[in-house]
């Protein structure tokens, strides 16, 4: 709780951060949109700092070829890398995530209004203090 800061401006906003994620069932390309979008507002704000947090090495193995290929084409777009953690674990995508929230000023979630990981990273951004901007997508 408590009371959220003001949203800062553009001059003072240096960072995004940007979570790449697959929804594990499917494994479709529905996690890399945001990226994505983030992505193409970096080349309309070029001053502001892209970082790719990676959850675990391995990530990239389990994705299918085409989610592969975005992966590393998106990830290769960012100012920073960082990998969370080397190995797998049962929580790394969710500590990962809390870990770049707690980090950021501002938060930018791309949500299509279901019940996921994107909902749950607005609601702890939220509940520590972040000014969440969310963009939409059917």
């Given amino acids: 709780g408590g009371r959220r800061p003001p949203c800062p401006g553009k001059r003072e906003v240096r960072k995004l951060f940007a979570k790449w994620q697959?929804?594990?069932a499917d494994k479709n390309s529905y996690g890399f949109q945001?990226?994505?979008?983030?992505?193409g507002i970096k080349t309309k704000f070029p001053n502001l700092q892209l970082e790719a947090r990676i959850p675990f090495e391995l990530q990239a193995k389990y994705l299918s070829d085409?989610?592969?290929e975005r992966y590393f084409d998106t990830v290769a777009k960012a100012d920073f890398e960082v990998m969370f953690q080397k190995h797998y674990t049962f929580d790394c995508r969710k500590r990962c995530l809390q870990?770049?929230?707690d980090r950021s000023d501002v938060v930018m979630a791309v949500w299509?209004?279901?019940i996921n990981s994107t909902k749950y990273?607005?609601?702890y951004?939220?509940?520590?203090?972040?000014?969440?901007?969310?963009?939409?997508?059917a």
């Fill in 22 to 24: 697959v929804i594990y």
């Fill in 34 to 39: 945001s990226a994505e979008v983030l992505v």
């Fill in 66 to 68: 085409n989610c592969r």
């Fill in 99 to 101: 870990s770049a929230i």
């Fill in 112 to 114: 299509n209004g279901q």
């Fill in 121 to 123: 990273a607005i609601q």
């Fill in 125 to 137: 951004a939220q509940n520590q203090g972040k000014h969440v901007i969310v963009l939409p997508i």
